[in-house]
T-cell receptor, first 118, second 117 residues
Framework: AQTVTQSQPEMSVQEAETVTLSCTYDTSESDYYLFWYKQPPSRQMILVIR??????QNATENRFSVNFQKAAKSFSLKISDSQLGDAAMYFCAYRSARNTGANSKLTFGKGITLSVRP | NAGVTQTPKFRVLKTGQSMTLLCAQDMNHEYMYWYRQDPGMGLRLIHY???????AKGEVPDGYNVSRLKKQNFLLGLESAAPSQTSVYFC????????????????FGEGSRLTVL
């Protein structure tokens, strides 16, 4: 079974600075997706960024980028120029690319609470 | 486009009462899921469905039942609520992994906060 580990429960960053959130995962599969979801106080789960395992290039979405290390099974999220609105809980998640129902679920880490200091 | 809609958003129950959470999606997704979120635990899968008329157990299915009578709806039932079921419940949906439009992403509802006294 796949597992996702977020070992840091909380982090803090100064506004306009850069912060990196760590995530490691364990899988025996070679083809899969990795995600970072943001959950602000509104509770809504918002997709931040997606990475497909077969792509070597790291995904980037504006101020958000990932460092995907497939061999090390590491998937960290870098937030540049942090803004007050980035304060939220962030979840790392894994999903198999296999076409079977039981493997279609998202497996989540426990999340990390990010605070942004003005 | 409403996406994934959950009702109700909040509910307080007494131990032993029953209730049903409704999830509706308008994206023609095949796959639907129910998760629960508890502090320090992340999101854990309760049940899921890979199509109309099908359901399957996830990681924490005990005390819950589900039904998928229509493709767009996925119902989560608590027959006899217990305080341990106090949680925030999320419904999500996605395309089948075999579908060409599939990006791997799950689309989530806004969550339903359930308190069992």
């Amino acid at each position: 079974a796949q597992t996702v580990t977020q070992s840091q429960p909380e982090m803090s960053v100064q506004e306009a600075e850069t912060v990196t959130l760590s995530c490691t995962y364990d899988t025996s599969e070679s083809d899969y997706y990795l995600f970072w979801y943001k959950q602000p106080p509104s509770r809504q789960m918002i997709l931040v960024i997606r990475q497909e395992a077969y792509k070597q290039q790291n995904a980037t979405e504006n101020r958000f980028s990932v460092n995907f290390q497939k061999a090390a099974k590491s998937f960290s999220l870098k937030i540049s120029d942090s803004q007050l609105g980035d304060a939220a809980m962030y979840f790392c998640a894994y999903r198999s690319a296999r076409n079977t129902g039981a493997n279609s679920k998202l497996t989540f880490g426990k999340g990390i609470t990010l605070s942004v200091r003005p | 486009n409403a996406g994934v809609t959950q009702t109700p958003k909040f509910r307080v129950l007494k131990t032993g009462q029953s209730m049903t959470l409704l999830c509706a999606q308008d994206m023609n997704h095949e796959y639907m899921y129910w998760y629960r979120q508890d502090p320090g635990m992340g999101l854990r899968l309760i049940h899921y469905s890979v199509g109309e008329g099908t359901t399957a157990k996830g990681e924490v299915p005990d005390g819950y039942n589900v039904s998928r009578l229509k493709k767009q709806n996925f119902l989560l039932g608590l027959e006899s609520a217990a305080p341990s079921q106090t949680s925030v419940y999320f419904c999500a949906s996605s395309y089948s992994p075999a579908w060409t439009m599939n990006t791997g992403e799950l689309f989530f509802g806004e969550g339903s906060r359930l308190t069992v006294l």
